[in-house]
């Protein structure tokens, strides 16, 4: 039932390409808990072309409101710096629209969020149990990026490249974000803690394995400029202090 009360949730999700199984995703939404909760959900689909294309907007169906951005500039982060630009919610939830994160656990996940009164609530899929679902060397490579995260700048997340978190529009009004790519993943949790460590929060979560290939960058490049991106950082921090 919608009344008048009800919050706005905005389900943010970005995709490049028309590959992702965005249509499964919105339909493990769990709407009606979220409603029961005093939300009331509009999804919106950035969605960046991988040519350009002629083609009519792409649609997905739900059982609440779904509405396609498009971004004909690629980038992660830039996708998330266009939907924030143009969307007006009291809370926002991002995810990946490859079906790796359990998005039914949402009502949980926000019910956590209310009565703790966090702020910013990331997930960590870096656990024993989701082993399987990581190839390769990219569990090792997230967690050895996450410890230089926690490193540098204390931050408590265990797995700072979770793509599956949820903020609050009074504390994104606070944030600096400028990141376009896949840096924006490291920024937006670094900025979150260092504005209102107090309100930050992470869950672990199941992790579920990609069925669809990916059309992102090389991972082994992408944690190289992430580990960069995070020592640069540290250093302009640590020469401002020593201005002061
Ligand atoms: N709009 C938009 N979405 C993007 C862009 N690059 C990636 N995405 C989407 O952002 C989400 C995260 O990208 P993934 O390729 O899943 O990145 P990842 O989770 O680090 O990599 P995997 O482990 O392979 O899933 C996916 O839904 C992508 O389709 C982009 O340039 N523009
Ligand atoms: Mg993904």
Redesign the pocket.
């Known amino acids: 039932m919608i009344s008048l009360s009800n919050k706005r949730l905005a389900l943010i999700?970005?995709?490049?390409?028309l590959s992702?199984p965005v249509t499964q995703v919105l339909s493990s939404f769990p709407s009606e808990k979220l409603l029961s909760l005093g939300f009331e959900t509009t999804a919106y689909i950035?969605?960046?072309p991988l040519e350009e294309t002629k083609d009519p907007l792409p649609s997905f169906l739900a059982n609440f409101p779904v509405e396609v951005l498009i971004?004909p500039k690629?980038?992660?982060g830039?996708?998330y710096l266009t939907a924030f630009a143009k969307i007006k919610a009291d809370i926002f939830v991002c995810l990946?629209?490859?079906m790796?994160y359990p998005l039914f656990l949402l009502p949980k996940l926000i019910s956590l969020s209310l009565s703790d009164s966090y702020l910013f609530l990331s997930t960590n899929r870096l656990i024993e149990s989701n082993r399987d679902s990581f190839s390769g060397w990219?569990l090792v490579g997230n967690k050895l990026l996450s410890f230089f995260h926690h490193l540098l700048f204390h931050l408590p997340f265990r797995d700072t490249?979770s793509?599956f978190w949820l903020i609050s529009s009074s504390l994104l009004d606070r944030l600096s974000l400028h990141e376009t790519s896949?840096l924006f993943s490291s920024e937006i949790k670094l900025e979150a803690f260092l504005v209102d460590p107090s309100s930050c929060t992470e869950v672990k979560i199941p992790y579920f394995q990609?069925n669809v290939s990916?059309?992102?960058v090389n991972k082994l490049i992408s944690g190289l400029n992430i580990g960069l991106f995070i020592l640069k950082r540290f250093l302009k921090k640590q020469s401002k202090n020593e201005l002061h």
């Open positions: 999700i970005p995709i490049l390409g992702e950035v969605y960046t971004e690629k980038g992660y830039q996708a990946d629209g490859d790796t990219n490249q793509g896949f990609r990916s059309k992102s």
